[in-house]
């Protein structure tokens, strides 16, 4: 499936974030608990999905007031419009999902990662063990903090797994390492897997995921409960705000430590995952610029909303693992915005290596 251009047809769109819940208990300490949860949005229309999108971002806009600059906007993206510490920024992602989720012909799954200690040998999670890499046991929040990186590849495996679809088209949010595991293993495997770098400004269906996400968390820290997939389904159809219908819940824990946990040390980089990431990609680049990722990130939305009418991921570029991708694929075209007289040296070699990389001029 070519996804050139606007993505079209059925498409998976996944987003997720590693909560950090804290409290204090009633001897007066404190504890806290690390909490993986993910949300994926399916849409079998995706053109229709993307113009509704349009019309529930640009009422809400409207309705608090702000200005909106671009087509699609991450949920970190619309906090930096509100005030610090804004209850506004709350309201506007709960309105939105509600609103988004009330949609026809749209689905939402969530997922959630608990590790029960009681089932586990000494209390602790065995990895590795396949490769030649020895067994480790590390405990169940070092092995969160492991499986955090990849947990929207094992949200993508969890869901497709019951779904026994095959060959689906998958949108995960950009990640530069994925954890070798048997989930990842499974959906490079048997589906159409798409990594995009910061899908979530670019891609409705992503930006929707991260959203919701960034909803539950917000109730999540609020929540006294404990938190289980029970808990994410009281919080999204609370008072029957959201009706039921085309809403799932999972839970992935203790019996798929077969599937989500480290097989080996190995981590798959950029290079390695270069069969997957979608293009074109846009690279961005004031060269060696101390603290350059800071001062383009501030002045990005153009590069955003031009990848999202050609429907591509913008990564900025890291000479240190991009170097060995950019360019390389020769049917499909990478580019490159240089901001400054060094990052414009950088395209030049390439240029003379006549790499498949066009320079991006907004």
């Not at 806290?32 to 229709?48: A, L, R, S, Y």
């Not at 509600?98 to 990662?113: A, Y």
């Not at 915005?337 to 066009?358: C, D, G, H």
Request: with cysteine; glycine share 6%; proline share 3%.
């Amino acid at each position: 499936m070519d996804l050139t251009g606007q993505l079209r047809g059925k498409l998976f769109g996944f987003d997720s974030k590693c909560i950090y819940k804290e409290w204090v208990k009633s001897d007066g300490t404190r504890s806290h608990v690390k909490i993986p949860v993910g949300v994926c949005v399916h849409t079998g229309d995706n053109e229709n999905f993307e113009a509704e999108y349009e019309e529930i971002m640009t009422r809400l806009f409207q309705k608090f007031g702000i200005t909106k600059e671009k087509r699609v906007y991450a949920s970190n993206e619309i906090g930096r419009l509100f005030p610090p510490d804004s209850e506004d920024y709350a309201k506007f992602c709960l309105g939105f999902t509600r609103e988004i989720m009330k949609l026809e012909d749209v689905k939402f799954t969530f997922f959630i990662t608990t590790i029960n200690k009681k089932y586990l040998t000494d209390g602790k999670v065995t990895i590795n063990g396949e490769y030649g890499a020895p067994t480790v046991s590390i405990t169940v929040e070092e092995f969160i903090d492991k499986m955090t990186d990849s947990y929207n590849v094992i949200c993508a495996w969890k869901m497709m797994s019951i779904m026994k679809l095959r060959r689906a088209n998958v949108i995960l949010d950009g990640t530069t390492a994925i954890r070798d595991c048997k989930a990842w293993e499974y959906l490079r495997d048997t589906h159409s897997v798409h990594i995009m770098y910061n899908a979530d400004k670019i891609v409705p269906l992503v930006s929707a995921a991260d959203i919701i996400v960034r909803n539950l968390e917000f109730f999540i820290k609020k929540e006294k409960a404990y938190i289980n997939e029970s808990t994410l389904e009281k919080i999204i159809h609370y008072e029957e705000k959201i009706t039921k219908d085309e809403t799932y819940f999972y839970y992935i824990g203790n019996p798929d430590l077969k599937y989500i946990k480290q097989n080996s040390s190995r981590t798959y980089t950029s290079y390695d995952l270069r069969s997957y990431l979608h293009r074109p990609i846009i690279y961005v680049s004031a060269g060696q610029l101390p603290g350059q990722k800071e001062m383009l990130e501030s002045g990005m939305d153009p590069v955003y909303d031009m990848a999202s009418s050609i429907c591509g991921s913008v990564k900025i570029f890291d000479p240190k693992h991009d170097s060995r991708i950019i360019g390389q694929n020769p049917e499909k075209e990478d580019y490159f915005f240089p901001f400054n007289k060094s990052a414009e040296e950088i395209l030049e070699i390439f240029t003379k290596q006549k790499r498949n990389v066009k320079r991006l001029d907004i």
